[in-house]
């Protein structure tokens, strides 16, 4: 079967562009490079498990074990959230704070998962350094191999444990926390296979936030800043919890126009 005859009766299936990403990871080429070779043949067989893996909601990232981010191609588990765009808004508003700076030195990503922040920081600034805390084994190893990936595993180290297990303070705190209420109704793909801990955090969404205020001002260094992800309908609550810490916090708006980062700075 051709290419473009595979795509059609997946699309029946799944979504059309799921399929697209799918059949290029089956052909092992760029996506627009295989819709522009709709007669390439193709391993029906091959695709075809994908598709049925993709339909039972299992998602795309998941199924390939890999997702784009930033400037990177990250490897990605069920032992990890899978990076989403909205949080790139987080490294945007690092580099509008370093602006016309050598930036930052020392880099803190709390709740590291895939290591996305942490090493699309490192990127960034090549003479920095860095540091990805979380409470997931799984998550760290997979943090440390696309540091190897990335070509920054030299400047990056990661730490078990918890949203107070780094020490010190430094230029850039970077942190994506679960802020889903427990109640709240998500899709199938995300709340079926994406880690809980990763995406909960109580009855409002709020725990994780409520422990992270009062630590955060000791982790910021001196003219430092950290940024901060938020629920798009948590912008006031959020800096409230901040601000009660004595901590100066400005909002950012993903490129959707929608509250996403709180940029906090003694």
């Known amino acids: 079967m051709n290419a473009d005859a595979a795509l059609r009766a997946a699309a029946k299936r ?6 697209e990403v799918l059949l ?32 039972t909601g299992e998602p795309v990232a998941y199924i390939t074990g890999r997702r784009e981010f930033w400037s990177l191609v990250l490897q990605v588990t069920p032992d990890v959230l899978i990076p989403r765009p909205d949080s790139e808004t987080l490294v ?10 050598p930036g930052p030195g020392r880099v803190l990503d709390l709740g590291t998962g895939s290591g996305a922040l942490l090493l699309s920081a490192l990127t960034e600034w090549p003479a920095a350094r860095g540091v990805g805390v979380d409470t997931s084994e799984g998550a760290l190893r997979i943090a440390t191999a696309n540091a190897v990936t990335a070509g920054v595993d030299e400047r990056a ?20 926390p679960p802020y889903i209420a427990t109640g709240e109704i998500l899709p199938r793909d995300v709340v079926e296979w994406e880690p809980a801990t990763a ?14 205020a009062p630590l955060l001002g000791a982790y910021i260094a001196p003219g430092g800043v950290g940024c901060i992800e938020i629920g798009s309908t948590q912008a006031d609550t959020v800096t409230a919890l901040f601000a009660a810490q004595g901590l100066s916090v400005e909002l950012r708006h993903d490129l959707a126009g929608l509250p996403r980062c709180l940029v906090v700075t003694k």
């Open 199 to 212: 995406l909960f955090a109580g009855a409002d969404g709020l725990d994780d936030y409520r422990v992270l």
């Open 24 to 55: 290029a990871y089956v052909a092992g080429v760029p996506r627009l490079k295989l819709l522009m070779s709709p007669w390439r043949t193709i391993d029906t067989e091959a695709f075809d498990r994908l598709v049925d893996r993709r339909a």
């Open 92 to 101: 945007e508003a690092a580099l509008d704070h370093f602006a016309a700076t």
């Open 14 to 19: 799944i979504d059309r562009l799921d399929a």
């Open 157 to 176: 180290e990661f730490v078990h444990g918890g949203w107070d297990a780094a020490a010190g303070a430094f230029d850039l705190v970077l942190c994506n």
